[in-house]
């Protein structure tokens, strides 16, 4: 292998490890291709035989782009809650290779708008083993709407604002470069205010603490514009401590 990234280098050598046979499979070489410019971090992929002591072999190019990493995604959302209610946000993501130690990614998500959101994790392998910790911080404001029959033209019978503050970690195992599993807790101070509404209504004030186990399959060509593949993803969440219930004043139930 011709270039690439010495923080991806264990990385690639998974990727070209079944091309390591005689004769060299044709389908294996463009399956190993595909996965590599799968990543969306290459210019160029080139490929070829390669004429050594005698012997035959195959060589593999790879050309970085040479505007990034850092990488900056963004994206535009823009969602009609009802007839007269509606969200829109910038969103996007920034990507950092080795921002702290070698092998590790680091990734800074962000939302402006309805949405609000500042976030960062540090992926990093462990001792260049498929193992790797993610640890994780993360600000957030959010609004959740209440939509009921005979609230009026647009339906809202409520509406909340949630602001959640926190930290978590992640332990887990690359399976190729197609799949994850992790298991990490997280923890945050978490308020939940009402704007719109029977003052009746209760919020939420206090601490949330809460073990996840998260599963993603992803075999898509790109993450960006794919042409062919797959993504799926499964998480469960259990709560260890949830916020207090602040009762409305008046409720009867206090």
Do not use: C
């Not at 050598?13 to 463009?30: G, K, T």
């Not at 260049?128 to 957030?140: E, H, I, S």
């Not at 978590?168 to 945050?188: F, H, M, S, T």
């Amino acid at each position: 292998v011709v270039g690439g990234e010495s923080s991806r280098a264990r990385l690639i050598d998974e990727v070209i490890a079944p091309l390591r046979v005689v004769p060299i499979d044709p389908a294996a070489v463009s399956a190993a291709l595909d996965r590599l410019a799968g990543s969306d971090r290459y210019e160029t992929i080139r490929f070829g035989l390669l004429e050594r002591n005698g012997e035959t072999g195959l060589q593999i190019e790879l050309v970085p782009k040479s505007w990034g990493p850092p990488f900056l995604e963004l994206g535009f959302e823009l969602n009609n809650l009802s007839t007269t209610t509606f969200a829109a946000d910038v969103a996007g993501r920034a990507t950092f290779d080795g921002f702290l130690g070698g092998g590790s990614e680091f990734r800074f998500d962000f939302s402006l708008g309805t949405n609000l959101l500042l976030a960062g994790e540090n992926f990093r392998p462990l001792w260049g083993t498929k193992f790797f910790v993610a640890p994780r911080a993360f600000w957030m404001e959010t609004p959740r709407y209440f939509v009921q029959d005979g609230a009026g033209p647009s339906g809202l019978s409520a509406a909340y604002q949630l602001r959640r503050l926190g930290w978590g970690a992640d332990l887990g195992v690359l399976i190729g470069n197609q799949a994850q599993i992790r298991v990490g807790y997280e923890q945050a101070d978490t308020d939940l205010n009402l704007e719109i509404g029977s003052p009746l209504l209760p919020t939420r004030n206090g601490k949330e603490a809460m073990v996840r186990l998260d599963v993603q399959i992803d075999t898509q060509t790109s993450p960006m514009v794919p042409t062919r593949g797959v993504f799926l993803r499964g998480r469960v969440d259990h709560y260890l401590d949830t916020a207090d219930i602040v009762p409305a004043i008046g409720d009867p139930y206090d």
